[in-house]
């Protein structure tokens, strides 16, 4: 694993010389999906971002005053998130990863990651079976256990939003056992059966056991 002293100097370099692209980049993508879902969250609304990367969702769902709760695990993303809510206490930060436990994890980053650590971070992955990650490279990161986490909030969550590059499966399945959806609105899943084939079984799974528990409020094809 590098030194984080030695990635931090390469992100500065990054961030500097390509930061404007990279959010150019972010909105071009999020401009192609259905956004419209997040933006009936209001004032008295509560939200959840996992795998917020630079915030581009965040905002959205932060637009009409929601109180959003932005769960990043990569470094480098996670540095432009925060300087970009900074002066907004209504959307809370968190430097993790989500996942079906507590726990200190491996967080692979992007084969081309040590030459654009920013641009890439949004590939980063808990799996290091995903098509265009490094295995070798890694960082370790904070895990939370996202079922629990719901659990102590104070009102239900509207709206959750999860694009979390093939770990999906590991967290709703658990959501699921725990029986923490009745009291969440809506869930937006981006699934990653396209790098990681092995997850499409568990896809299939996952609709047949929704379909029998008569679970309707889980899209799992926002992408």
Do not use: K, P, Y
């Given at each position: 694993m590098r030194s984080m002293s030695l990635a931090f100097r390469k992100f500065t370099k990054s961030l500097e010389r390509g930061f404007k692209t990279v959010v150019l980049r972010r909105k071009s993508k999020l401009s192609h999906r259905n956004v419209e879902v997040f933006e009936h969250l209001g004032p008295d609304d509560s939200a959840i971002d996992c795998g917020?990367?630079?915030g581009e969702v965040t905002e959205v769902m932060g637009r009409r005053g929601a109180k959003v709760y932005a769960f990043e695990p990569n470094p480098y993303a996670?540095?432009?998130?925060?300087k970009r809510f900074a002066d907004n206490p209504r959307?809370?930060?968190l430097n993790k990863a989500v996942s079906d436990r507590d726990d200190v994890l491996k967080l692979f980053l992007h084969e081309k990651a040590d030459r654009d650590p920013l641009g890439r971070s949004n590939s980063s992955s808990l799996l290091g079976v995903k098509s265009n990650i490094n295995p070798d490279n890694w960082v370790e990161v904070e895990a939370i256990n996202l079922a629990d986490f719901i659990k102590q909030l104070s009102a239900p969550v509207a709206l959750i939003k999860?694009?979390?590059?093939g770990a999906e499966f590991d967290v709703l399945?658990?959501?699921l056992e725990c029986d923490v959806l009745s009291n969440?609105?809506?869930?937006f899943?981006?699934?990653h059966e396209k790098r990681i084939p092995s997850l499409q079984q568990r896809k299939e799974r996952l609709q047949q056991l929704m379909q029998e528990r008569n679970i309707t409020n889980v899209n799992?094809?926002?992408n």
């Open positions: 917020a990367d630079v996670f540095d432009v998130l925060q959307v809370i930060c999860m694009d979390i590059e399945d658990h959501l969440v609105g809506n869930v899943v981006e699934t799992l094809n926002w």
